[in-house]
């Protein structure tokens, strides 16, 4: 099992800016592929971005050309950059590592950041 631990989360203001950040335990880190979902409240949980272990991307048509994912394996840490934030990007956002090491495979999560975007 992976440790996730997600930082950053807050309030802001719309139109505004918030970066997160989830660090990982342990050294497999750059096996996995990435993702960060958000569960707003009556609402599913829902895929934000994905970065897989070689870089590349995709993302949710709703936060296209405004959210940034990236991975730093230096260090351990996923980010996701969040610009012209909407009320409806309020949510609880988590860190999901999924990937397969020898004949061990990971899927976990971390324990969400509440990101609120209000006035």
């Known amino acids: 099992q992976v440790q996730l631990v997600e930082s950053g989360g807050g309030l802001v203001q719309p139109g505004g800016s918030l970066g997160l950040s989830c660090a990982a335990s342990?050294?497999?880190?750059?096996?996995?592929?990435m993702g960060w979902y958000r569960q707003a409240p009556g609402k599913q949980r829902e895929l934000v971005a994905r970065?897989?272990?070689?870089?590349?991307?995709n993302y949710a048509d709703s936060v296209k050309g405004r959210f940034t994912i990236s991975r730093d394996n230096a260090k351990n840490t996923v980010y996701l950059q969040m610009n012209s934030l909407k009320p409806e990007d309020t949510a609880v956002y988590y860190c999901?590592?999924?990937?397969?090491?020898?004949?061990?495979?990971?899927?976990?999560w971390g324990q969400g950041t509440q990101v609120t975007v209000s006035s």
């Open positions: 999901n590592a999924v990937g397969r090491v020898g004949v061990t495979r990971y899927d976990d």
């Open positions: 342990g050294n497999i880190f750059r096996f996995f592929t």
């Open positions: 970065i897989t272990s070689g870089g590349s991307t």
